[in-house]
């Protein structure tokens, strides 16, 4: 899904998207068997990227145009991917 989203919309990893907590969340998944400790491990590693990514400008995007006014907020749709992660646990 990852390499789909990535091919359709253009963005990278790395560029402050949706794409980049998506990123975190397969790896840190990976080699748990049960859904609680997965959705810990998801979360952990959500909370992670957004605190990774909220000092940088986003590079794609509507808030691309304010790259620098970026810095220090949370993008949009990590936030949202966020909320997501919680309301599907």
Known sequence: ?????????????????VLDP???VQTAITG?????????AAVEA???TL???RG?????GRARMFAERSIGLDD?????????LHAIA
Do not use: E, W
């Open 56 to 60: 940088k400008p986003n590079r794609i």
């Open 51 to 53: 605190a990774t990514y």
């Open 32 to 40: 748990h068997a049960d859904r609680a400790s997965q959705y810990r």
């Open 1 to 17: 899904m990852l390499d789909a989203l990535i091919a359709r919309g253009g963005a990278a990893l790395g560029d402050k998207t």
């Open 46 to 48: 959500v909370d992670a």
């Open 76 to 84: 949009p749709g990590m936030v949202a991917f966020r909320c997501l």
């Open 22 to 24: 998506l990123a975190a």
